[in-house]
């Protein structure tokens, strides 16, 4: 209920409502049409916003409903809150109360809090977090003797969050489906970790629309109380619904049918999510006789950039159809640009954005989208030799992300021995299954010596200090280390980074998760020796990081933004710049190796979301080279641009035949798609020339020369201490009493009275009294 309805001012029905003065023709059409299924079609920049909050004020401010029946979801809590807030703002200081307002997690979770029982939980059930989910699936995994190096917990938890997006349990999985995981046994595992959820009263976030959706579909009391409560259902960005949340919907809907969506089939790019594009495009098939209205009057942008962005998304098939469009008039074309290279892309956009700030734009209306954050290094390294202020938003910078904090703390222990700060970010980095215990262990014995924890870790891993499992996986990763000093002398710097990440098992732990996080993560990792195959040393390419990562620009100051262009959705810039638009960037060759025509598809429509971001200009790059593992490889623009109308762009480009022939190479090909495989990039790595003598050495004794270079490096000695000789009765914290037998430098024999004989360094004992 909503108490304070009767202090809100109602109009007179013969009086105008002044909600609707503000609303063009057509959202005034959406907010007046409370009756029936309703879909709001609402382009780029065309203030669905508005007309939805303007429906939702006018329900009420009509008594249509209170707004304890009102339902209305949005996507995120800010969503949520900045709808709450113009609503009040609206209707008056009574109108806070919106029980129902909120995203689809936040409602099923307050709904299933009353109906718990009915699944198994009870009302106080735990909503568990990520790092919660893969420690209770990595336990399912290892009681079931499931090797979880080849099927790790992060890639079932994805399985896991694929089903429960499609509304499926554990027994509605197909054999297809249920291949997913472990060679067909998804399904058991699924089941496992229900069973598992449902004996400590918690779930995880997809089970909230589940179990809900299970509830409305096995209790028909419950769903009738729903239909009846909720006279009215509001949905915003209904294009990036999945199966559960439309099934969920649908029910809730069938009764009164007074079901009003809002979005756009032509910004839906979250399919990696879940989101399925085809929820608004058989809208009308789910409710027979729905009223499609369309959003189509841009306030955003200028009409050659909006008539550039609706030629390109025209050629998709999967669409409703509408065209945008825009009362402003001037404005330039939309620029594309051919450069020669990507370094020369970047310093092309760097130029341009000095100049827009000489003519005094601020740099905060400047941005530049990627397609993949790999790209951002270009352009982060080009920003810092001039000087221009730029943030990454939506992200980390390159140099920060945590595969590239991993990748350089490899190279820096290489380079020097007595890195602390590296070997302890790395020595478990993969999994290798040396914990806390032994860390700490390293760092008394370093201590207690002097040494950095490279050294302590070779001294220990020659006692009997440690498990024998951990001693021969220490000794193995500083062999390791150990070789690939040697391999640094005879190789190029960014062959060296490429055989570290593998035979450290590094990149092959990010293979192993197959989502679409860990391949943007290897993205990075393959730019990051792009970026060294710069640098002659090794040294000159860490001292150019550390330089990078010491610019600290103001915070106050205005800076430049650079981000992806999934991150870019519902944002807007003055000055746009369009990076890396050649096939096998953009669009993805890795998302169309997947998904085929549909990706194709979602790639278009995001180049469509790219180019509707730009209120004034908009300039789209794209490069004739690329170098790719150490080969320049040649590009082809992306197929997007010869899809953009002719008449709304600007061609400029210093390479041989102009765009006029890449239009001619495409029209060529009647089927657009065929030129996918063709586009595939030349991937072909090579090794430095010391690889092939590097391989077919004996390593045998590298933990002893390790031990020599770094004690030479750090210019200290092994003195053994003189009260724990031979003959001296000891103590060990692990082992006990034991007498020393014999010493050398450090290490002593020692017979234990329990343990038996033991190989310790001097450092862990100590004389018994």
């Known amino acids: 209920m909503f108490p304070s309805c009767s202090h809100v001012q109602h109009p007179n029905e013969s009086a105008p409502d002044p909600l609707l003065d503000r609303l063009n023709t057509p959202q005034r059409e959406a907010v007046l049409a409370t009756e029936g299924p309703v879909l709001m079609l609402a382009g780029a920049g065309t203030g669905k916003t508005a007309a939805l909050t303007a429906r939702l004020a006018h329900i009420i401010r009509s008594r249509l409903a209170w707004p304890s029946e009102i339902l209305c979801v949005t996507f995120t809590n800010k969503a949520a809150r900045e709808m709450k807030e113009r609503v009040a703002g609206l209707l008056g200081p009574g109108a806070e109360g919106l029980p129902w307002l909120g995203t689809f997690h936040s409602i099923a979770a307050k709904l299933l809090r009353r109906h718990a029982e009915l699944i198994g939980l009870q009302s106080n059930y735990t909503i568990i977090d990520t790092d919660d989910q893969l420690r209770l699936l990595k336990q399912i995994i290892q009681a079931e003797g499931l090797d979880d190096k080849r099927w790790p917990a992060k890639l079932l938890a994805q399985c896991i969050d694929r089903w429960k997006n499609k509304g499926l349990n554990s027994a509605d999985l197909s054999a297809a489906e249920s291949d997913g995981y472990a060679d067909g046994q998804g399904q058991k595992f699924y089941a496992l970790y229900q069973a598992r959820l449902k004996a400590i009263n918690a779930c995880d976030f997809g089970d909230l629309l589940l179990h809900m959706l ?3 579909r096995n209790h028909r009391d419950v769903l009738e109380l729903y239909q009846q409560r909720f006279k009215y259902i509001l949905v915003d960005e209904y294009q990036d ?29 979250y399919s990696w999510r879940g989101a399925e594009v085809a929820n608004i495009l058989k809208f009308e098939k789910d409710f027979p006789g729905a009223r499609v209205i369309k959003l189509e009057q841009n306030y955003r942008s200028t009409p050659d950039i909006l008539a550039a962005a609706s030629g390109l998304i025209d050629a998709n098939s999967q669409r409703l159809g509408k065209v945008l469009w825009t009362t402003r008039s001037g404005g330039d074309k939309v620029r594309v640009i051919g450069v020669w290279d990507g370094p020369e892309e970047a310093r ?20 530049i ?55 302890e970010r790395i020595y478990n980095s993969p999994k290798r299954g040396l914990g806390d215990k032994t860390l700490e262990k390293l760092h008394r014995h370093a201590r207690a010596r002097g040494v950095p924890l490279s050294l302590a870790a070779v001294e220990i891993a020659d006692t009997d200090e440690l498990p024998a499992r951990a001693r021969g996986t220490l000794l193995a990763f500083m062999r390791n280390v150990a070789r690939w000093r040697d391999l640094a002398k005879q190789t190029t710097p960014a062959e060296l980074a490429r055989t570290v990440l593998d035979e450290s098992g590094y990149t092959a732990a990010l293979q192993a998760e197959k989502s679409a996080e860990s391949a943007g993560r290897l993205e990075n990792l393959a730019e990051l020796a792009r970026a060294m195959e710069e640098y002659e040393t090794l040294g000159d390419f860490l001292e150019h990081v550390s330089l990078v990562m ?40 890795r998302a169309m190796d997947e998904g085929g025509l549909a990706s194709l598809e979602e790639e278009r429509r995001l180049a469509y979301v790219a180019i509707t971001r730009a209120r004034r200009n908009a300039t789209i790059l794209h490069a004739a080279n690329r170098r790719i593992y150490g080969q320049w490889t040649s590009s082809i623009p992306s197929r997007f ?10 061609q400029e480009t210093t390479l041989s035949g102009g765009s006029s022939l890449w239009r001619a190479q495409w029209s060529e090909q009647s089927d657009p798609f065929a030129h996918i495989a063709a586009a595939q990039p030349s991937r072909t790595m090579t090794r430095g020339p010391g690889w092939q003598r590097a391989a077919g050495r004996d390593y045998d004794t590298a933990p002893k020369r390790l031990a020599e270079a770094t004690r030479s490096a750090a210019s200290f000695a092994a003195k053994p201490r003189s009260d724990v000789g031979p003959g001296v009765r000891v103590f060990h914290e692990k082992f006990g009493y034991g007498v020393v037998t014999s010493q050398e430098g450090n290490k002593l024999e020692i017979d234990f009275e329990t343990a038996g004989p033991k190989r310790v360094i001097d450092s862990f004992v100590k004389p018994a009294d």
């Open 241 to 269: 619904t999945n199966q559960v949340q439309y099934l969920w919907l649908r029910l809730l809907a069938q009764l009164r049918k007074n079901i009003c969506v809002v979005g756009d089939d032509d910004q839906s790019i």
């Open 550 to 589: 010491d610019n600290e620009a103001n915070d106050s100051a205005e800076k430049l933004t650079i981000m992806t262009i999934h991150a870019a959705k519902g944002l807007e810039f003055d000055h746009l710049y369009l990076v890396g638009w050649e096939e096998g960037v953009f669009p993805s060759q």
């Open 369 to 423: 989208l990627v397609r993949a954050q790999f790209q951002t290094r270009e352009f982060e390294d080009r920003f810092i030799a001039i000087g221009l202020p730029y943030k990454i938003v939506g992200g980390f910078r390159f140099y920060e992300r945590a595969e590239i904090r991993d990748s350089l703390a490899y190279l820096r222990l290489i380079t020097q021995p007595s890195d602390d700060l590296a070997f």
């Open 214 to 216: 299970n509830i409305l």
């Open 348 to 367: 092309r956009v760097g130029e341009e954005a000095e100049r827009l700030e000489r003519e005094g734009a601020s740099l905060a209306t400047v941005a």
């Open 641 to 650: 641009i010869t899809e953009l109308p002719e008449a709304h762009i600007e």
